[in-house]
């Protein structure tokens, strides 16, 4: 049983994968609109590189025994994690690893709302690609202009970094930090007081986000702050809005009598706060996020497509094909990773353990493509 089940699950990937290389050809002839996953799909985007999809399951298999559970049906988790070796396989099928890999934050790297310390086993594995060369970026949500509160969040890092970089391990290491989703740039520096030095918005910014006119900014935070309150009265919610240079949002009430947010009220107070900018004026004119952050909501002006749209140019132009995002939103309201799916390929984890365990299967796949 488990060897024909094993069998049926390859074909249905082949399969899958056969629909996938149809759309890329298409891609390239610029017919996407007419391939046939588009028909079944039409909602299907961009594909950066083939998607291995029989070959990784093969893989998968042999970890999680898909083809020989007798009761339990391959499950979201199951495909989610397909898919995450199938992408990962498709970039280092193209000759080597990725060029620059982006990371979330909260729950990618280190669990919401805590920071990244020195015991922290995803630091050993970023050490490494970095000295292979392989650039990082963390992009995330957080948005600060000042570098000690990214110190703060990623020290353990950013301590390891510097000491390899005093050992002689580490040559020039390239580490950046996208804040605010896509409105503020740090990049590592081992002379700085926080390791961290700040790039001033005319030096990377891309052209189209040099048309965002600060009036506009304005206008649109209003409109957003407008609607959270709306929703603070509407579902009872003890909460604070907070306003930034570039992002309004909800944080839980300082009252000692305030309660905590339900998942529900941070799902509907994305939705409508969405809802309300996207039909404003000022929401056709500027890109933005509304994104549920676990125990607030923030509205950002752009969003993560735009953050690692941004660093590839500022690294000199590197190609989405030769850039991964790892994140853990994708899939719920407010999953501000989602949008990264536009510029570059992506995985799905759902903690940082996964993280840990996806950059090793990042190096195993990568060394057996050199082979």
Not at 91 to 102: E, K, R, S
Not at 138 to 155: C, F, N, P, Q, W
Request: aromatic share 8%; hydrophobic share 40%; glycine share 6%.
């Amino acid at each position: 049983m488990a060897s024909r089940a094993h069998r049926r699950y390859g074909e249905i990937m082949h399969d899958v994968e056969e629909l996938i290389n149809d759309h890329i050809e298409h891609q390239k002839r610029g017919t996407q609109g007419r391939s046939k996953l588009k028909f079944l799909v039409p909602s299907v985007g961009i594909f950066f590189t083939p998607i291995l999809l029989e070959k990784a399951f093969q893989f998968q298999d042999k970890e999680r025994c898909i083809s020989s559970r007798r009761f339990v049906a391959p499950s979201f988790n199951d495909v989610r994690l397909i898919l995450n070796t199938a992408q990962i396989m498709g970039v280092v099928a193209q000759g080597q690893p990725p060029d620059l890999i982006t990371f979330d934050g909260d729950v990618t790297l280190y669990d919401d709302g805590e920071c990244l310390t020195t015991e922290n086993p995803v630091i050993s594995r970023i050490l490494r690609l970095l000295t292979q060369g392989t650039k990082i970026a963390i992009v995330t949500a957080a948005g600060y202009s000042e570098a000690d509160k990214y110190h703060s969040r990623l020290v353990g890092l950013l301590e390891a970094v510097k000491s390899a970089v005093d050992d002689k391990k580490l040559e020039d290491p390239t580490l950046l930090v996208v804040g605010g989703e896509s409105n503020y740039l740090f990049t590592f520096d081992a002379s700085s007081d926080n390791l961290l030095r700040y790039i001033p918005r005319q030096v990377w910014m891309l052209e189209a986000m040099k048309a965002w006119k600060e009036a506009d900014i304005n206008v649109l935070l209003d409109v957003a702050e407008a609607a959270l309150r709306d929703c603070i009265r509407d579902l009872g919610l003890s909460a604070d809005v907070m306003r930034k240079e570039r992002a309004v949002g909800i944080i839980p009430s300082s009252s000692p009598n305030a309660r905590r947010f339900t998942r529900e009220q941070l799902e509907e107070t994305v939705l409508v706060t969405q809802q309300v900018v996207e039909i404003s004026p000022v929401g056709k004119l500027l890109p933005f996020c509304a994104f549920n952050g676990g125990n607030d909501v923030f509205v950002d002006i752009g969003d993560k497509s735009w953050g690692v749209l941004a660093c590839q140019s500022y690294l000199g132009g590197i190609a989405g094909s030769q850039t991964l995002h790892i994140g853990d939103q994708f899939l719920s309201a407010g999953a501000n990773d989602f949008k990264a799916r536009s510029a570059c390929t992506t995985a799905w984890i759902a903690n940082p353990a996964e993280t840990v365990r996806l950059l090793d299967e990042l190096a195993l796949h990568s060394s057996a493509a050199r082979r």
